[in-house]
């Protein structure tokens, strides 16, 4: 079965700051990546995703993130947060035959202004 | 609008009764799933369905049953609730394959007491 682990539960930062959020799955053939975000009270959206190609994808609001085959990872970055970017955030692993989302288990990010 | 719409948005149910959260989306999407979130444990899927007649369990699918009569509707009924069903409960849809990402409704948050 995959699985897939957010070792960050929840970061504070201050306005400007730069955002890494760790995602790791487990699954040895072909995925599908995604980050989603949900902010208070709203459902989850689609931030970006990951099919195959450039290993570093681009999604809205300027977040990216970076697929690691090697080290199972697809981390979510930001080089500068703001204040609206306070939500919950889930990375998911879909499989090949795309019947089954796997989610993490969200990291709560706040950020101070 | 086109999206997934949820209904009830909040329900308040005592132990042992039965409701059906109701699921609609006017896509034309052949996948549909059901998901509840909690605290700490991201978002866990209950049943999916691949396209009408068509459903299958997932992670969590005891004290819920689902249907797909229609390929716009998928309800996901509580046949005697429990206080563990305490929840948000998500319907997602996704056109063809889930690797294209899900589109998500706007949950309901259920209460057993």
């Known amino acids: 079965a995959q699985s897939v682990s957010q070792h960050n539960h929840h970061v504070i930062l201050s306005e400007a700051a730069s955002l890494e959020l760790g995602c790791n799955y487990s699954?040895?053939?072909?995925?599908?990546l995604f980050w989603y975000v949900q902010y208070p009270g709203q459902h989850l959206q689609l931030l970006l995703k990951y099919f195959s190609g450039d290993p570093l994808v681009k999604g809205i609001k300027g977040f990216e993130a970076e697929f690691i085959k090697s080290k199972f990872s697809f981390n979510l970055r930001k080089p500068s947060v703001q204040w609206s970017d306070t939500a919950e955030y889930f990375c998911a692993v879909i499989s090949e035959t795309g019947n089954q989302f796997y989610f993490g288990t969200g990291t709560s990010l706040t950020v101070i202004p | 609008n086109a999206g997934v719409t949820q209904t009830p948005k909040f329900q308040v149910l005592k132990t042992g009764q039965s409701m059906t959260l109701q699921c609609a989306q006017d896509m034309n999407h052949e996948y549909m799933s059901w998901y509840r979130q909690d605290p700490g444990m991201g978002l866990r899927l209950i049943h999916y369905s691949v396209g009408a007649g068509i459903t299958d369990q997932g992670e969590v699918p005891n004290g819920y049953n689902v249907s797909r009569s229609t390929t716009e509707d998928f309800p996901l009924r509580l046949l005697s609730a429990a206080p563990s069903q305490t929840s948000v409960y998500f319907c997602?849809?996704?056109?063809?394959?889930?690797?294209?990402?899900?589109?998500f409704g706007s949950g309901t948050r259920l209460t057993v007491v």
């Open positions: 699954y040895g053939g072909t995925v599908n």
């Open positions: 997602a849809s996704s056109y063809g394959s889930g690797a294209n990402g899900y589109t």
